[in-house]
């Protein structure tokens, strides 16, 4: 059974129209977002790792090397159980620094153009055999079909149709950071069409052919030979040779790289894909003994390659060659798309824009995608062609391994970039020589004189027979020995470049470099201005916006440690639109950096708090304890009930915690990497002024804000840093503010209440004081009705004033002493006023005790005080002292001048107070006196109004000896300021 042409043809271009319009839709946004990012999509598009060797060269390798077809998988199975080790990293490094292609990682990490270049043609030559392989594949499978040679028209036919879809749906961003959905979405489709189909073919082999498993078992029953042959080169040396090449092909292959990390939407898809893809591969090699011993049985005489074509023939099903062939096309046709997608990143990052480089006048954007999609169509070209003069005797196998063999000489220097900090670009780029002509010499040129390409033979097999090694495992084992080693030498012989030092640093999972140097450009303007010069004003305006919205910053920033992380992530995004090494040099020379000029702190640990978070998952052992024991202690810093406040060595705000932000209402992320001098006010003058003065604690600061006055006090504490401690650099500080605010208004409330209590008392004696001239009013004016003289008239209006001058006297202290204070007014007055006011209200209370008072004061004292508050104080002294007293007993204020100070002595000759119990003077509410004679608040309140006052209180008793208590408080310079009396 032959099927036309014509009927092939247009189901292979049917199936491409659906593969158009599933990239299309999906593009549009008509396919759900939560589809296309799901983890079940991404490993369905790793898929591509299966093309046309796998669908139809597995059957013709396991027919001639049997069981060592499962090589090719099982190191894929390898390379994606160490996924911790291996593979997040390399994504890890992608992602962050959105490198989208091999030849990227290592220019990143070597810092070299050299290693971008080679890597780029390494790769180039080693693809174009296998994008010819998957051309070959897609003409003899239409050979087998239709038992005619086709015309060459339609391979290039179908190479046009490949590149037209490259460029539509693969070639439409610039950026790594814009995703290919539609292509992801389609690749994807492609695989469960090879697996649906190579899977349908299988069960036809069993249950068409074999009549079911027993059928098969009675088989492999009469013909041992059969599972025998598969099993006979189990023991080959194969076997480590091919497990270990298809490990290096699974993340190493431009179509696996691409697909892997370059269109990664989710890192936890990689997680799912661990184990899925494993298990989709194992689903795609179970048939192939069944289609191989079928096609046995039937006995074509088909290439083996092809067995899975040729038995859908034989039994005459129009329909199932049709699908098998559309498996086939999906195979070779994504392998091509993606393949061509990745080589024409890496031309255009490492040769075309090295060697012609666009004029900044033009649109740089346009000349890249442009550009890139020249480069797709003359890649698919030259695979075209290679295809073209290659003799077909090759089997579809051995071009794969070719291609195979080549990316594995790029092992050594994933170690290297992973691992080893100390490989240096000489070693990669010496390594990678050796390696590629070692390849070359074992296998490209052997494949050439195979192929008629070059008629002149070299020595290779007697070398291979020396060795007692295979083909494949001599060539792979000589070319990455050599290259290993002399990698491995170089390095160790030659030294880093700083810059090389950095990448490497930056490539290893548990480094945390800290951005250093400050750029000499000072703002974003500057930068667009700057970069304008090579990148063109558009771009360059373009990019340093994106820049200012990924990391949220204001186009006005001005910040050395601000303006330095833009230019890192400016850097960042021109590796995905120009290369690493390309974009280095540009940032270098037109934003360069003050090596010299101190990073700032903040951003430093900023920095590293960023790389924290994102690398947490990888952490282990003491590396991950001695990371929470970090995050338990920043936690505790941010709950911790007071503000908290650190400056780095620069002076620059390193630490703001969120009870300072509750206290201030600024935030953060607007103080920390300022100088507090740059706070808004007043916490500029306040903490500003703390931390240059040369007190660790500063107490009862009134700050007027938001018009509200708040009370704070402050402690700072200098930490010293040994390394630089001969330096002329400030020290670090840790500031605590802690708000006494509600303290304040409670010790208001119960100063008032103490006095509303103290006015209690004094009522009975104010009344008696009040009656006395009240009675004397009333009777001089019920005789002044009486007097007709002018003089009698005059005294007793005198009289009568008099009594009223007594009345208002009293009753102005008392309204002096209850008045509430919302805070406290610190002005000059005398002293000797204060105590006078205190006397007299106390006496009014003590006035019938025989208590007689002494006061000995230089009227010429005064303080900056507030004298209703220190009145109180006064009262409530002289109130205990008269509670403790007896009946004529004298009580002397004995004040005297001690240089600044003013020391005043409250002494009475009462009872004393007990021995266990003056500890608790000050304590609230505690009290000798019995209940309902005393709230206990009156020395503690006593106390904190002289503390405000800077002043001290201090109490010297003994029992039945009296009680002396010592007020010290600062006199005013101010005296000049109240007027005599």
């Known amino acids: 059974m032959t099927l036309e042409l014509s009927s092939l043809f247009t189901a292979g271009f049917l199936y491409l129209v659906i593969l158009f319009l599933i990239a299309y839709i999906t593009d549009r946004g008509v396919i759900p977002e939560r589809w296309v990012s799901h983890p079940l999509v991404y490993t369905l598009s790793l898929g591509v790792y299966a093309t046309s060797w796998t669908y139809y060269g597995s059957v013709g390798f396991a027919n001639s090397s049997g069981y060592l077809f499962l090589t090719i998988y099982l190191g894929v199975t390898l390379a994606f159980a160490l996924s911790p080790v291996l593979l997040r990293p390399i994504l890890r490094m992608a992602r962050e620094y959105q490198l989208s292609s091999l030849a990227d990682l290592f220019a990143f990490r070597y810092r070299s153009q050299l290693a971008g270049v080679l890597v780029t043609l390494f790769m180039l030559i080693g693809a174009l055999p296998y994008i010819a392989l998957q051309i070959r594949a897609v003409t003899q499978s239409l050979q087998v079909l239709t038992q005619e ?217 346009y000349w890249l995608l442009w550009g890139r999609r020249l480069l797709i169509g003359l890649i698919i070209l030259a695979g075209y062609s290679f295809y073209a003069f290659l003799k077909h005797r090759t089997g ?69 027979q020396a060795t007692g090694l295979d083909h494949w495992s001599f060539a792979t084992f000589w070319s990455v020995s050599c290259n290993a080693l002399l990698f491995a030498l170089v390095s160790l012989i030659t030294r880093q470049r700083q810059e090389e030092q950095q990448a490497a640093a930056s490539c290893c999972s548990s480094a945390f470099v800290p951005l250093t140097g400050v750029v000499a450009a000072r703002s974003p303007d500057e930068f667009k201005k700057e970069l304008g010069a090579l990148l063109g004003e558009s771009t360059a305006r373009n990019e340093v916006d994106r820049a200012l919205s990924d990391l949220g910053m204001s186009p006005k920033e001005t910040r050395s440690t601000e303006l330095r992380r833009l230019r890192e992530r400016i850097e960042r995004n021109l590796y995905g639109l120009i290369g690493p090494q390309m974009s280095h040099l540009i940032i270098s020379r037109r934003l360069a950096l003050d090596p010299e000029a101190r990073t700032a702190l903040a951003d430093s640990m900023r920095y590293v708090e960023e790389r924290l978070a994102h690398s947490r998952s990888v952490l282990h052992g003491l590396t991950r304890e ?63 002024g703390f931390a240059r003065a040369s007190d660790s604690h500063s107490y009862h600061l009134e700050v007027a804000f938001a018009g509200q006055t708040r009370w704070f006090n402050l402690h700072k504490a200098v930490i010293e840093d040994p390394q630089i401690s001969a330096t002329s650099e400030a020290p670090g500080m840790v500031i605590l503010m802690e708000d006494l605010t509600q303290l304040e208004n409670l010790e208001a409330e119960l100063a008032h209440s ?226 005599p009396e």
């Open 754 to 979: 103490d006095r509303l209590a103290s006015i209690g008392r004094l009522a009975a004696g104010v009344a008696h004081e009040i009656g006395n001239p009240v009675t004397g009013i009333a009777s001089i004016a019920q005789n002044l009705k009486y007097e007709e003289e002018p003089a009698a008239i005059e005294q007793s209006a005198s009289d009568i004033l008099t009594q009223t001058e007594r009345i208002t006297h009293i009753v102005q202290s008392l309204m002096n002493f209850s008045r509430s204070s919302s805070g406290q007014s610190l002005q000059p007055v005398r002293l000797m006023d204060i105590l006078q006011d205190a006397l007299d209200l106390v006496r009014l209370v003590h006035k019938h005790d025989q208590l007689k008072y002494r006061v000995d004061c230089d009227p010429q004292i005064v303080l900056q005080a507030d004298h209703q508050r220190l009145a109180q104080v006064f009262v409530n002294l002289l109130n205990n002292a008269s509670d403790a007293s007896s009946p004529g007993d004298c009580i002397t204020i004995d004040v005297r001048e001690d240089a600044s100070q003013a020391i005043v002595e409250v002494i009475d000759q009462g009872s004393g107070i007990p021995v266990h119990f003056q500890q608790r003077l000050f304590e609230p509410f505690a009290t000798t006196k019995s209940t309902g004679k005393g709230t206990g608040l009156g020395l503690a309140l006593s106390r904190n109004i002289v503390l405000d006052h800077d002043g001290e209180i201090e109490i010297i008793s003994s029992p039945d000896k009296g009680t002396i208590v010592i007020v010290r408080l600062p006199i005013s310079t101010h005296a000049a300021t109240i007027p």
């Open 626 to 688: 001695l990371d929470n024991l970090q995050q338990y202690q920043k936690q505790i810093l941010e709950d911790l009930p007071l503000g908290a406040c650190a400056l780095g060595q620069d002076g620059e705000i390193i630490i703001w915690n969120q009870i300072m932000e509750e206290y201030t209402g600024v935030t953060d992320q607007v103080t920390v990497g300022h100088p507090l001098q740059q706070l808004p006010r007043p916490w500029n003058d306040l903490l500003g």
């Open 396 to 464: 579809l196998a051995q071009l794969g391994l070719i291609s195979f063999v080549a990316v594995a000489q790029f092992l050594p220097g994933i170690v290297g970039l992973l691992y080893w900090r100390r490989a240096t670009r000489e070693g990669l780029i010496a390594g990678l020589l050796a390696g590629i002509f070692i390849w070359a010499f074992t296998l490209l040129l052997p494949m050439l004189q195979h192929s008629g390409f070059i008629e002149h033979s070299y020595p290779i097999s007697h070398w291979q």
């Open 149 to 365: 040679a086709p015309p060459h028209i339609l391979a290039l036919g179908f190479c046009i149709t490949l590149t037209a879809f490259a460029i539509l749906f693969g070639a439409r961003h610039i950026s790594p950071r814009e995703k290919h959905r539609g292509l992801v979405m389609a690749i994807a489709f492609e695989s469960l069409v090879k697996l649906i189909a190579l899977l349908g073919v299988g069960l036809f082999a069993l249950f068409g052919i074999f009549s079911g498993p027993q059928g098969l078992n009675q088989w492999l029953t009469d013909h041992p030979e059969a599972i025998q042959k598969l099993y006979e080169p189990v023991g080959s040396s194969q076997w480590g040779t091919l497990i270990f090449l298809s490990f290096g092909a699974a993340f190493l292959l431009p179509r696996q790289f691409h697909m892997l990390f370059a269109e990664n939407l989710k890192e936890d898809n990689l997680r799912f894909a661990s184990w899925a893809f494993p298990v989709f591969l194992l689903l795609l090699n179970l048939p192939i003994p069944v289609i191989l011993w079928a096609g046995h049985y039937l006995g074509l005489s088909t290439n083996p390659d092809y067995f899975v074509l040729g038995i859908t023939l034989a039994e005459g099903h129009s329909w199932l060659p049709l699908i098998t062939f559309v498996g086939g096309i999906s195979a070779a046709s994504a392998m091509v798309i993606i393949t061509t997608l990745a080589l024409s990143s890496m031309c255009m990052n490492h040769l075309l824009l090295p060697a012609s480089y666009p004029d900044p006048k033009l649109n740089l954007y």
